[in-house]
């Protein structure tokens, strides 16, 4: 009688297999799949978090850049050392927003280097040493010390390195590829448009035919049309 109930139960259990492996595994591949598609979430939010930190940074060392350009062609700096002042707390914060970004140990951080493979870690150290010098870059300004090209050039090294990185913290998510393209596309507009600001305003203030000048200027628009 022993013998019997096992066997049925031996045979209910062949019988029911077919049926229920299919069931967990299903189950199992939808898990797995919601559990990555809440990390793949998790990542474009963070991702899209900082692209507007980054792209407030780009602004502020824009609007920093250009205040330079006017600084070091005026004869009368007087009245430029207040609007310097304020300008550097804005750069200065934005600043801290992307140091922060960079030190981060968050949960969400960890899913998007992952997701990454941190392709962004080589340039992102080579933007900190540039970094560095900021304060160096600034003291020279003040000081009439540093050329226009100088000055126009180590704003440009650090904004093209930080479009470099929105780029690729938005390159995994298929889904934006147009609207990363997009924003890619005005952040570059921008920052040629911003460089070539910065030259028309020393320029024109200095009272300058400067030939390197007018060759830099000629080099942004080439770039433009390309």
């Given amino acids: 009688m022993k013998n019997r109930s096992l066997k049925h139960k031996i045979l209910l259990a062949i019988f029911y297999i077919p049926i229920i492996a299919p069931l ?111 304060h160096t870059v600034r003291r020279q300004v003040l000081n009439a010390s540093i050329s226009i090209q100088d000055e126009v050039k180590y704003y440009a090294d650090i904004n093209q390195k930080l479009i470099a990185i929105i780029e690729i913290f938005n390159s995994v998510f298929t889904h934006t590829k147009n609207d990363t393209r997009t924003i890619i596309e005005l952040q570059k507009m921008k920052e040629s448009t911003g460089a070539e600001r910065a030259y028309m305003c020393y320029y024109l203030y200095h009272d300058t035919n400067d030939e390197k000048i007018l060759m830099q200027l000629e080099n942004i628009r080439i770039k433009q049309q390309e």
Avoid at 32 to 61: C, E, M, W
Avoid at 67 to 93: I, M, N, P
Avoid at 104 to 133: F, G, M, T
């Fill in 24 to 134: 967990l595994y299903f189950s199992y591949g939808s898990i797995t799949h919601d559990y990555k598609q809440l990390k793949y979430n998790s990542a474009y939010r963070l991702s899209s978090d900082i692209t507007g930190s980054l792209a407030d940074f780009i602004h502020q060392l824009q609007k920093e850049r250009g205040l330079g350009a006017g600084y070091l062609a005026v004869k009368e700096k007087a009245a430029y050392r207040d609007k310097f002042a304020l300008q550097f707390a804005y750069t200065d914060k934005a600043y801290k927003k992307f140091l922060d970004i960079v030190k981060s140990d968050s949960e969400d951080k960890r899913k998007l280097k992952a997701i990454l493979a941190y392709r962004v870690k080589p340039i992102a150290a080579q933007l900190l040493q540039d970094l560095e010098k900021l």
